[in-house]
């Protein structure tokens, strides 16, 4: 639900709890107020008589109306109290409903006499069917006020939040290797202006560190490069020379080692661009078509490991992969299958429109096998691996949002890719 949608929603709700709590004190303050009223007018018709006979001691006061009433109290009256009301709900024959009957009486001692002057009123109950009336007023007018909030809500805070959903769609934009400055509209929101210079300075700060990092990368796989394609070519010369076992035997480790180290050097450099690398709309690839070609070159080392092959690949599986690292994840599979394989062991593989499946027979990990994703986990120590193969991996298919599993079962290694979600 959307910023505005929120809104208004919240305003409809309150506008509609402040009709209806309205509604109810409206309610009982008019049958309160109506109630008091009734009661004002009857102690001023009980005060009018009280001063006719203040004025005139013997004043006839059976010429008043029935109300007032005026009593003669006898002396031995006690007057507990100035005035007395009573309310009380009886049944009205003429208008068939429930009426309010209310009593007002003043005691009073006028001229040392004991007076009783009791005034009387009859209030009309406000019935069911008037109740409804008032209510479906309400009702209407609360419908008609919510859809007008709706409205009105929507449209202006849509017109507030328009800096911010800029902003929004700014971010969505936002790309490191863009050296343009974020385009933010201009506004008097304090909130808003506070967003989008911490945004700006973010961006900028982001750029910058990016561009250290691969300035750094860069120049590190260079510099790297250099000394251990020079200190390699330094290595091979010594082999070919009159030297002991002992010292061949300690070159090959030293030539194995910068090799290692410069697999790990490539594969780092690479994994940090992945990093920020951008999936591009390019044209399907033919993923079978590759596997097979990186079959072949694999050919002369399965012979010389003495594995053999099961091969069960569905032709013209097209999938949207960059070339380039879909055939880094077939490397980088089948040389884990290889290496971490046994003598006279196998490797199977399997390709559908669904998945792609390879396995190997291997002995059990070290670690539990979610723990091999991560960057230089191995699961056999003893194995020449940098662990960095099936983070390589991971990291290429997060890229294009597949799932990858890896478990082991049955003495065999499992590892498949799923191409559906």
Known sequence: MSLSLRFARAFACLVFFVLGTGFIIMYFALERTTV?????????????????????????????????????????????????????????????????????????????????????????????????????????????????????????????????????DEIKKFNLKDHCQMNLMETNIKEFKLLNQFLLKMSDNSKKDYNLLEELSENTSHELQTPLASMKGKIELLMDSQLSEYQLTTLDMMNNELDRLSSINQSLILLAKLEHFE???????????????????????????????????????????????????????????????????????????????????????ALPTEELFQRFKRGNPNQNSIGIGLALVKRILEIYQKKISYHFSNNRHVVTIYFTN
Not at 113 to 141: D, G, N, P
């Open 36 to 168: 008091r009223s009734a009661i004002l007018k009857l102690q001023a018709q009980n005060m009018q008589a009280a001063h006719q006979l203040e004025r005139d001691p013997f004043y006839d006061y059976t010429l008043f109306r029935q109300n007032p009433a005026v009593n003669i109290l006898p002396d031995s009256h006690t007057i507990s109290k100035a005035k007395k009301i009573k309310e009380k709900y009886i049944w009205d024959h003429k208008t068939q409903s429930y009426i309010n009957k209310i009593e007002v009486t003043d005691y009073l001692v006028i001229h040392k006499k004991k007076y009783s002057i009791k005034s009387i009123r009859y209030i009309t109950i406000i019935e069911h069917q008037f109740l409804t009336s008032i209510l479906m007023v309400i009702a209407w007018i609360t419908i008609f006020l919510i859809i007008l909030t709706i409205i009105v809500s929507t449209v202006v805070s849509k017109s507030i939040l328009e800096p911010f959903y800029c902003s929004l």
């Open 279 to 365: 999936k591009k709309t390019a044209n399907p690839i033919n993923f079978s078509k590759i596997l097979r070609e990186r079959l072949q070159y694999f050919e002369e080392l399965f012979i010389l490991q003495n594995l053999s092959v099961i091969i069960d690949i569905q032709d013209d599986i097209f999938l949207s992969f960059d070339e380039n690292l879909a055939a880094i994840i077939i490397n980088n599979l089948i040389s884990n299958a290889r290496k971490h394989n046994m003598d006279n062991g196998d490797i199977r593989l399997k390709l559908t429109e669904h998945f792609f499946e390879i396995s190997n027979t291997g002995y059990p990990p």
